[in-house]
């Protein structure tokens, strides 16, 4: 099993260019994350999708959108990148059992520069 | 939303050390409580969680926590501390509901000295 892979690894864009973060798992997994890190502020969740075909805010969704587009992927949109979203960005899965003490599984992380 | 604080941004012990790293919750109702692991240039990486029953709750490479519902508390430690365990740690938490969401803490660095 690979778990959870993300691509590309390394970004940079210019402010204004658009962007998709692809993440897939291979755990059969129901839920899937998406978070922000920067420092001094521990991780913060974009979005989120409980279950195939849904999908709900988090802490920070403000300049993304998302989509999940099958039970195996996710993938995060920067329609017009800003300086702010400068930042790691990890993808995470959880969910054989069901139920938010489950364990969630994390990416390796994208680090995205906006210039 | 869920508060975390964890005290300390950064820790230095001796190999063979006492390793201690402490986390507070603000909440009135105790959340699910975890304590992730981040080494350099990886993902998170679950070392332990507090869901229910015993408060004393053991993990992963000899870390345990214990949940302190009376000082909203708790707090990472490890007896004897090794050098692979120079990383960055996140306390993080999940109120007791249906929410999927993890509110995390800012972080500690672990740095082990030799």
Same mark, same amino acid.
């Given at each position: %099993?690979?778990?959870?892979?993300?691509? #590309?690894? $390394?970004?940079?864009?210019?402010?204004?260019?658009?962007?998709?973060?692809?993440?897939?798992?291979?755990?059969?997994? %129901?839920?899937?994350?998406?978070?922000?890190?920067?420092?001094?502020?521990?991780?913060?969740?974009?979005? &989120?999708?409980?279950?195939?075909?849904?999908?709900?805010?988090?802490?920070?969704?403000?300049? &993304?959108?998302?989509?999940?587009?099958?039970?195996?992927?996710? !993938?995060?949109?920067?329609?017009?990148?800003? #300086?702010?979203?400068? !930042?790691?960005?990890?993808?995470?899965?959880?969910?054989?059992?069901?139920?938010?003490?489950?364990?969630? &599984? $994390?990416? #390796?992380?994208?680090?995205?520069?906006?210039? | 939303?869920?508060? +975390?604080?964890?005290?300390? !941004?950064?820790?230095?012990?001796?190999?063979?050390?006492?390793?201690?790293?402490?986390? %507070?919750?603000? /909440?009135?109702?105790?959340?699910?409580?975890?304590?992730? +692991?981040?080494?350099?240039?990886?993902?998170?990486?679950?070392?332990? *969680?507090?869901?229910?029953?015993?408060?004393?709750? *053991?993990?992963?490479?000899?870390?345990?926590?214990?949940?302190?519902? /009376?000082?909203?508390?708790?707090?990472?430690?490890?007896?004897?501390?090794?050098?692979?365990?120079?990383?960055?740690? $996140?306390?993080?938490?999940?109120?007791?509901?249906?929410? &999927? *969401?993890?509110? $995390?803490?800012?972080?500690?660095?672990?740095?082990?000295?030799?």
């Amino acid at each position: %099993n690979a778990g959870v892979t993300q691509t #590309p690894k $390394f970004q940079v864009l210019k402010t204004g260019q658009s962007m998709t973060l692809q993440c897939a798992q291979d755990m059969n997994h %129901n839920s899937m994350y998406w978070y922000r890190q920067d420092p001094g502020m521990g991780l913060r969740l974009i979005y &989120y999708s409980a279950s195939e075909g849904t999908t709900d805010k988090g802490e920070v969704p403000n300049g &993304y959108n998302v989509s999940r587009l099958n039970k195996r992927e996710f !993938s995060l949109r920067l329609e017009s990148a800003a #300086p702010s979203q400068t !930042s790691v960005y990890f993808c995470a899965s959880s969910g054989l059992a069901g139920g938010p003490t489950d364990t969630q &599984y $994390f990416g #390796p992380g994208t680090r995205l520069t906006v210039l | 939303a869920q508060s +975390v604080t964890q005290l300390g !941004s950064h820790v230095s012990v001796s190999e063979g050390a006492l390793v201690l790293l402490r986390c %507070n919750y603000s /909440s009135s109702v105790p959340p699910y409580l975890f304590w992730y +692991v981040q080494y350099p240039n990886q993902g998170l990486q679950l070392l332990l *969680k507090y869901t229910t029953g015993a408060t004393l709750v *053991k993990g992963i490479n000899g870390f345990e926590a214990e949940f302190k519902k /009376s000082e909203t508390s708790f707090h990472l430690t490890k007896p004897s501390a090794h050098m692979s365990d120079a990383a960055e740690y $996140f306390c993080a938490v999940i109120k007791r509901s249906n929410d &999927y *969401k993890l509110s $995390f803490g800012a972080g500690t660095t672990v740095t082990v000295r030799a």
